[in-house]
Structure formats: structure tokens, C-alpha cells
């Protein structure tokens, strides 16, 4: 684990009021914002802003794979990016309509230097150190996202069976909001909702990484097998697996499912111990069957299996 950011802190700083502590994810796994942001505002905004109004149905279809529809649904926005025009300039049909999709080379440096969080803050800094016009073009896409969801994200609660399931973890789980959205879009999401009282800290994308999240705030100081994350999407199963906690999988499309049954089932096996093997990995293979690891359209390259990004 690297050194912290100062804004982790608080993370660092938590003392346990009790003996389990569960971390939650936010977009697409408590709240139902997560379809609403890609299809209305990250989508366009891919489209108006990296030039892809040529191919606007084969972008749009594109982006929603990555973001929602594949084993690389929750990418960091500034992966996400990449995977996008990545996967954009390997379709056939793309070439077919005499479009290029350029190399951006200064958007894989970004993603790729140390010591430069994948944050709104983040890319700011490296831009000002290695100014490019790329890098300007990403920042310009990634305020138009911000002003865009603040624009037409709004009422977007929680899903049926979250509030329910937070009531039942209060008298035993130290709860927490682990995620990578920005930390005010989070504060104000989550007490809008009334949700906000059920979480001992909220954080967000200026904290670290979930996994960080995790590892900041409860190991070492819970048993190990009292640590479990909830989350939507493979990169918090993932960073689940890296921080060493137990992690229970919100099902993209049957959420209300997924949060009845860990109310019922899977929170009295944690705090009964039982939830580790049989059980969880039924619950990760069942998951896992959810979200396809190949693209579904013809490639340049004839590769077709779905490059997971290594995030930082």
C-alpha cells in the first residue's frame, strides 16, 4: 500500500465501534444513478467531445458495454476513456465508415504516471506538469461530465432493499461509502437520500482507490474475516481480492434481488462467520455469469475478448 493522500486521512484516523465493518459501493450497488449517468451524460459527452459524431450509434453502443454491459463495468472514468476509443478503433465498422479513431499516447502517459491519482484533481496536476492538448481535450470532457450530471442526475435514490439492509447492519457492522465518484457528488447523493446517518465516513475517488478505501479504514483493525465490501461491478470484486476482505456482488439488472438476499442470507452468515468459501464463491461464480468478458462486434484486430485496464 503506497503512502496515503491527506485527503485519506479520516480513513486513516477510524477507530471500529464495532467487530465487522462493511464498505459499500455507490453508483449501479446502493444507488440507481449509475444507468442514468452513462446513458444520458458520460455517453454524449464521449461522442460531442472526442469527436465521434460519425460513428455516434457505434460510440454510444461502445461506451455502454464498457461502462455497464462488460467485465469492465465501474472502469475509473479516465480507464474508461481509453477503453472506449481503444475498442472504437478496432471495430470494423468503424473502418468501414472511413472513420479513424486517433492514438492518444498523452492520455495513456497520464494513466500510466505515478503519483498522479486518476481524479478530477489528478489529471489537473499532470496537466499542468506535462501540458498537452490531449490532456486539455480530457479535462474539457471530464467538467462536461460533471456539469452534465449535475444537470440530469437528480432524484436517483437508493435501490428497493438497500435502506432496509443498512437498518438491519446498525447494531453490529461499522458501515462505510467506498467508491470512486467524486466526494461532493457522494455527500450531497447520499444525504439527500437519508442515507448518509447509516455510514461511519463517505468516501470517494480524492481518498484512493477502494481497495485502499478498505485497507485505510478496517484492516488491521478487524478480524480479517469481519471485512466485506459490496459492489456492482468486477473492479470491486477485484479490490476486494487486493485489500483481502470478503466481497458480496450487487447483480447488474437484478439489483432488488441481490440486496433482499443480503439481508436475509448473506449478512447472517457474516456475522456468523460462515459466509467465506462455498458460499461466497457461489456468489462470485453466479456473478461473474452476469457480465461478458467479449465484445460483440467484429474487430480489425480478430481479438475479441474485452482487455481489462491494470488500474493504478
Request: charged share 20%; proline share 8%.
Amino acid at each position: 500500500m503506497t503512502q496515503h493522500p491527506d485527503a485519506a486521512q479520516p480513513l486513516v484516523d477510524f477507530a471500529p465501534t464495532k467487530d465487522h465493518f462493511i464498505g459499500i459501493d455507490s453508483d449501479g450497488c446502493a444507488m440507481d444513478a449509475m444507468d442514468i449517468k452513462h446513458t444520458e451524460c458520460f455517453t454524449p459527452c464521449y461522442i460531442k467531445h472526442w469527436d465521434l459524431q460519425p460513428v455516434s450509434t457505434l460510440a454510444r453502443q461502445t461506451a455502454l458495454f464498457v461502462n455497464l454491459g462488460s467485465v469492465t463495468r465501474g472502469l475509473n472514468r479516465w480507464v474508461a476513456l481509453k477503453q472506449v476509443l481503444d475498442l472504437l478503433r478496432d471495430r470494423t465498422e468503424v473502418a468501414e465508415r472511413g472513420i479513424t479513431i486517433p492514438p492518444y499516447p498523452e492520455l495513456d502517459a497520464f494513466l500510466a504516471a505515478p503519483g498522479y491519482p486518476l481524479s478530477d484533481v489528478g489529471i489537473a496536476a499532470y496537466a499542468a506538469d506535462h501540458p498537452s492538448p490531449t490532456i486539455d481535450r480530457a479535462i474539457r470532457w471530464g467538467n462536461a461530465v460533471n456539469v452534465a450530471i449535475a444537470d440530469m442526475v437528480h432524484g436517483c435514490g437508493p435501490f428497493p432493499g438497500v435502506r432496509e439492509a443498512f437498518e438491519a447492519m446498525q447494531p453490529h457492522v461499522d458501515a462505510m461509502t467506498v467508491s470512486a465518484t467524486p466526494l461532493h457528488a457522494l455527500t450531497y447523493e447520499w444525504n439527500a437520500h437519508d442515507l448518509a446517518k447509516y455510514m461511519k465516513v463517505i468516501a470517494g475517488q480524492e481518498m484512493g482507490s477502494k481497495a485502499e478505501h478498505v485497507q485505510y479504514a478496517a484492516t488491521g483493525k478487524y478480524d480479517a474475516d469481519k471485512i466485506l465490501l459490496i459492489g456492482d461491478a468486477p473492479g470491486d470484486r477485484d479490490a476486494a481480492a487486493k485489500a483481502r476482505c470478503l466481497y458480496y456482488p450487487i447483480l447488474p439488472g437484478n439489483e432488488t434481488f441481490a440486496w433482499r438476499r443480503f439481508t436475509a442470507e448473506a449478512l447472517p452468515r457474516f456475522l456468523a462467520g460462515t459466509f467465506a468459501g462455498d458460499y461466497q464463491t457461489m456468489l462470485i461464480e453466479e456473478f461473474n455469469s452476469y457480465l461478458p468478458s467479449e465484445v460483440p462486434w467484429e474487430t480489425i484486430s480478430g481479438e475479441r475478448r474485452v482487455p481489462v485496464p491494470t488500474v493504478k
